[in-house]
């Protein structure tokens, strides 16, 4: 990212500007390698900070026992450029009014993986599933037909139906949004065990293709 001069009968403004490494940075150069297929992807976006969070939190739990739940909207790996900004409740250009308005990008959560399990931490990375998958399985229709049940007023009822639409709807939080556990690796422990709300069927994240991991 650099700045960008402009000049005109009403002075000078400068504007950040996208512009590409040249040579290839080090950061670059490492987290590439997490970010898997790169020959069929225009744009990666990748969150150091992230990756480094999600490792701190697996020596936790490889540590200290218990597990970990990630939650966030984001994909496995098949979409590109997501950086926006939202200014007034708007979407706003992120490289203007720097500091003014809030930046956000879709979690990369095959990426997130990858970083966990290139350290070889002794946990087992579940997911990610989509929202609507976890909930679903976590027995979400059942809570709601007992809630449903329990309203009296026709409207209440209008009330919850619209609300899980929000959360299990393809196209709202029910794909947008991902679940991704990590779990504490142990000999004690049968490793085909599968925690609620997950299925086994996830490939080792060194194989895991865009085209592959979308079908979750």
Not at 91 to 101: I, M, S, T, V, Y
């Amino acid at each position: 990212m650099d700045a960008h001069s402009e000049s005109s009968t009403h002075g000078t403004a400068e504007q950040l500007i996208f512009r590409a490494s040249q040579p290839p940075t080090l950061t670059m150069s490492v987290y590439l390698q997490l970010a898997g297929d790169l020959e069929n992807r225009n744009c990666v976006e990748v969150c150091p900070e992230a990756g480094a969070i999600l490792q701190k939190i697996a020596q936790r739990v490889a540590d200290d026992g218990g597990a970990a739940l990630v939650v966030d909207y984001g994909h496995v790996g098949e979409s590109g450029d997501t950086l926006r900004a939202f200014k007034n409740h708007e979407l706003h250009d992120p490289l203007k009014d720097p500091g003014q308005a809030d930046i956000t990008a879709d979690v990369d959560f095959a990426f997130l993986r990858r970083s966990v399990e290139a350290t070889n931490t002794p946990v087992v990375v579940h997911g990610p599933v989509t929202q609507a998958y976890f909930l679903v399985h976590m027995g979400f229709m059942a809570r709601l037909k007992v809630l449903v049940h329990k309203c009296h007023l026709e409207e209440d009822k209008k009330n919850l139906i619209a609300s899980s639409e929000m959360l299990l709807g393809s196209d709202k939080m029910g794909k947008r949004f991902k679940f991704m556990a990590i779990l504490p690796r142990s000999d004690s422990v049968d490793q085909s065990y599968v925690p609620a709300g997950f299925f086994p069927t996830w490939p080792s994240a060194s194989t895991i293709q865009p085209s592959s991991a979308s079908k979750t």
